[in-house]
């Protein structure tokens, strides 16, 4: 069975620092991976996704993600964070269902931005 | 705006109870998906429909179900309600050829 693991609950940077938020996954096949921010009393948006080719993604609000299969990792990164970049961020992989993907999620990482 | 619309918003009920949430997809989206999301669990997928059928099944409660109507629209049932069903339930959905699921802004269980 598919896992995710974000090993950081709870991040803080300055505004104008970088950021990367750490996520580890377990799956038996070329996995879907997945970025997805939750703004408190929103849903979930997609930042970016990993399906195949170039292992570098760039996504929505100036993020970006790396694949790196040989340490089952898909980190997010971004040059210089925004105060409105605080949110949850979730990091999850697809597993293929026919009509989709049943998505597996990690816990979370709660982002904190300081002026 | 992702398009997916869940209602209620919110949702206050007693144990016991039984309810019913509702999910209008994206249009031209066949799948539906419903996750839950509690401080102890995380975020669970539940079940997904794909064009009115069940097509995956998560670690979804004997007590819940749900089904998809042949205009696409969700629903999930509730019943028998615990308090640890408190929790917020999302609906996503996506189709075959986009493979990324667009989420709704859920509904906010509370169960009393």
């Known amino acids: 069975a598919q896992s995710v693991t974000q090993p950081d609950i709870h991040i803080t940077v300055s505004e104008g620092a970088s950021l990367e938020l750490r996520c580890n996954y377990s799956?038996?096949?070329?996995?879907?991976l997945f970025w997805y921010v939750q703004s408190p009393g929103q849903g979930l948006q997609l930042l970016l996704k990993?399906?195949?080719?170039?292992?570098l993604v760039q996504g929505i609000k100036g993020f970006e993600a790396e694949f790196k299969r040989s340490q089952s990792s898909f980190n997010l990164r971004k040059p210089s964070v925004h105060w409105s970049d605080a949110a949850e961020y979730f990091c999850?992989?697809?597993?293929?269902?026919?009509?989709?993907?049943?998505?597996?999620f990690g816990t979370g990482t709660q982002l904190k931005v300081e002026l | 705006d992702s398009g997916v619309t869940q209602t209620p918003k919110h949702l206050i009920t007693a144990t016991g109870q039984r309810v019913t949430l509702r999910c209008s997809p994206r249009?031209?989206?066949?799948?539906v998906y419903w996750y839950q999301q509690s401080l102890d669990q995380g975020l669970q997928f539940l079940i997904q429909?794909?064009?009115?059928?069940?097509?995956a099944k998560g670690n979804i409660l004997e007590r819940f179900s749900a089904q998809q109507f042949p205009d696409l629209h969700s629903e999930l049932n509730l019943s028998s309600l615990e308090l640890g069903d408190s929790a917020l339930y999302f609906c996503?959905?996506?189709?075959?050829?986009?493979?990324?699921?667009?989420f709704g802004q859920g509904t906010r269980l509370t169960v009393v």
């Open positions: 996503a959905s996506g189709n075959s050829q986009n493979t990324e699921a667009f």
């Open positions: 799956y038996g096949a070329t996995p879907y």
């Open positions: 990993y399906f195949s080719g170039d292992t």
């Open positions: 999850a992989v697809g597993a293929f269902t026919g009509g989709g993907n049943k998505l597996t």
């Open positions: 249009s031209g989206d066949l799948s």
């Open positions: 429909y794909y064009n009115g059928e069940e097509r």
